[in-house]
């Protein structure tokens, strides 16, 4: 038995040895190569220096301006009727389409004839009608006619004045005068049209010397006005106006803000007046599309950047020393491109701190930068 386990043993020993042997050199080479390799070279990168462009901070007060549109309009304009019936037998040189006409102008006159006549019966009934009061009131004097029969007479003499007043009036009205200075607009009388006696439109006239411009602020943009220590009426305004090739500049001020609150924004509607000193208001009319700009709030010691130094609308990145520096910030408003930001606690902008104002995708916090 032990003799069979002996036998056993010496062969698994003879089949081993190749193996242990062939292990063994593997061994040997590996501690040989490691004993021999060299050691690679250290390579120092460069650190990548980003080139970018910088702004100074600098506090300060600035007032930005909203940009807004609105339509010009008339602070009055008027309908023209024909208070009385007729044929049309003249018309004013100025009455027709864009005409510019003065106050107390002649616009049109109606056929009078009938109203003459009218007059001139009514007058003379009124003459006997008066002589019969006086003579009634001297008979009654007398004592040979009641007080109601002078009282019948003087109310006779009384309506028929009335009746004349009524006609002189309707006499007058044959003739329409410019209530004021203006432009013509809408005319649909002409020389020889028949005119009915239902206060018939003739025409519009509009006044170019009060004119007006209507916009609308949002109800963050009239929050913003009213906080600000410029009240709102009174506030300047600059328009302009373009017409082919050519912009015209005006000056108006705030007169008034609308009625009522739009249920749908909250924003209100706002009238600013055209300084009358404007050399070019003749020429515009209304229902022009313009341009407008308003102060907006005053901001005391903001700082203004480009909006792109602004990053994730929370903070800014200063240079110091070659490097990015996160400061945390909060935004006030804006003007045009420009963004209004003050630090935000525990951040610290300083006057003379250089901000990043291009935007870089590898923007961090210890990355040099080159400034331009």
Request: proline share 3%.
């Given at each position: 038995m032990?003799?069979?386990?002996?036998?056993f043993l010496?062969?698994v020993?003879?089949?081993?040895?190749?193996?242990?042997?062939?292990?063994?050199f593997t061994v040997?080479?590996?501690?040989?190569l490691?004993?021999?390799?060299t050691?690679p070279?250290?390579?120092?990168?460069?650190?990548k220096?980003?080139?970018?462009?910088?702004?100074?901070?600098?506090?300060?007060?600035?007032?930005?301006?909203?940009?807004?549109?609105?339509?010009?309009?008339?602070?009055?304009?008027?309908d023209?009727?024909?208070?009385?019936?007729?044929?049309?037998?003249?018309v004013g040189?100025?009455?027709?389409?864009?005409?510019?006409?003065?106050q107390?102008?002649?616009?049109?006159?109606?056929d009078?004839?009938?109203?003459?006549?009218?007059?001139?019966?009514g007058?003379?009934?009124?003459?006997?009608?008066?002589?019969d009061?006086?003579?009634a009131?001297?008979?009654?004097?007398?004592?040979?006619?009641?007080?109601?029969?002078?009282d019948?007479a003087l109310?006779?003499?009384?309506?028929?004045?009335?009746?004349?007043?009524e006609?002189?009036?309707?006499l007058?009205?044959?003739?329409?005068?410019?209530?004021?200075d203006?432009?013509i607009?809408?005319?649909?009388?002409?020389?020889?049209?028949q005119?009915?006696t239902?206060?018939?439109?003739?025409?519009?006239?509009?006044?170019?010397?009060?004119?007006e411009?209507?916009?609308?602020?949002?109800?963050?943009?009239?929050?913003?006005?009213?906080?600000d220590?410029?009240?709102?009426?009174g506030?300047?305004?600059s328009?302009?106006?373009?017409?082919?090739?050519?912009?015209?500049?005006?000056?108006?001020n705030?007169?008034?803000?609308?009625?009522?609150?739009?249920?749908?924004?909250?924003?209100?509607?706002?009238?600013?007046?055209l300084l009358?000193d404007?050399t070019?208001?003749?020429l515009?009319?209304?229902?022009?599309?313009?341009?407008?700009?308003?102060?907006?709030?005053?901001?005391n010691?903001?700082?203004?950047?480009?909006?792109?130094?602004?990053y994730?609308?929370?903070y800014?990145f200063?240079?110091?020393n070659?490097?990015?520096e996160?400061?945390f910030?909060?935004?006030?408003?804006?003007?045009?491109?420009?963004?209004?930001i003050?630090?935000?606690?525990?951040?610290v902008?300083?006057?003379g701190?250089?901000?990043?104002v291009?935007?870089?995708?590898?923007?961090?916090e210890?990355?040099?930068?080159?400034?331009?």
């Amino acid at each position: 038995m032990n003799s069979e386990k002996k036998n056993f043993l010496n062969q698994v020993l003879k089949r081993s040895i190749p193996t242990l042997i062939l292990v063994g050199f593997t061994v040997l080479f590996i501690f040989y190569l490691m004993a021999t390799k060299t050691e690679p070279e250290i390579i120092d990168a460069p650190e990548k220096v980003w080139p970018i462009e910088a702004a100074i901070a600098e506090y300060k007060n600035i007032t930005p301006h909203l940009k807004l549109f609105g339509e010009i309009t008339s602070a009055r304009r008027s309908d023209l009727r024909a208070s009385v019936g007729g044929q049309v037998t003249k018309v004013g040189e100025n009455f027709k389409e864009g005409g510019v006409v003065i106050q107390g102008e002649l616009l049109l006159m109606i056929d009078d004839f009938e109203y003459r006549n009218a007059v001139t019966e009514g007058q003379a009934k009124f003459d006997i009608l008066k002589n019969d009061a006086e003579r009634a009131e001297k008979l009654f004097l007398r004592g040979s006619v009641s007080e109601q029969f002078k009282d019948n007479a003087l109310l006779e003499k009384i309506q028929q004045e009335i009746i004349l007043a009524e006609a002189k009036k309707d006499l007058r009205d044959t003739k329409l005068f410019a209530p004021y200075d203006g432009v013509i607009n809408g005319v649909v009388a002409s020389l020889g049209k028949q005119v009915s006696t239902f206060n018939d439109k003739v025409g519009e006239i509009i006044d170019i010397t009060n004119l007006e411009v209507r916009f609308s602020l949002s109800k963050a943009q009239y929050g913003r006005l009213l906080e600000d220590s410029q009240p709102v009426i009174g506030r300047p305004v600059s328009i302009n106006w373009t017409a082919g090739n050519r912009t015209f500049n005006f000056d108006a001020n705030i007169a008034r803000i609308g009625a009522e609150i739009k249920s749908n924004t909250g924003g209100v509607d706002v009238y600013a007046i055209l300084l009358p000193d404007n050399t070019s208001t003749a020429l515009i009319r209304p229902g022009a599309f313009v341009g407008i700009k308003v102060p907006d709030k005053t901001y005391n010691q903001i700082i203004s950047v480009p909006d792109t130094a602004i990053y994730e609308e929370g903070y800014v990145f200063v240079i110091k020393n070659e490097r990015l520096e996160k400061r945390f910030i909060s935004i006030l408003g804006y003007d045009n491109i420009n963004t209004l930001i003050v630090a935000k606690h525990p951040s610290v902008i300083e006057n003379g701190d250089m901000i990043a104002v291009t935007q870089l995708r590898e923007a961090g916090e210890g990355v040099t930068v080159e400034i331009l």
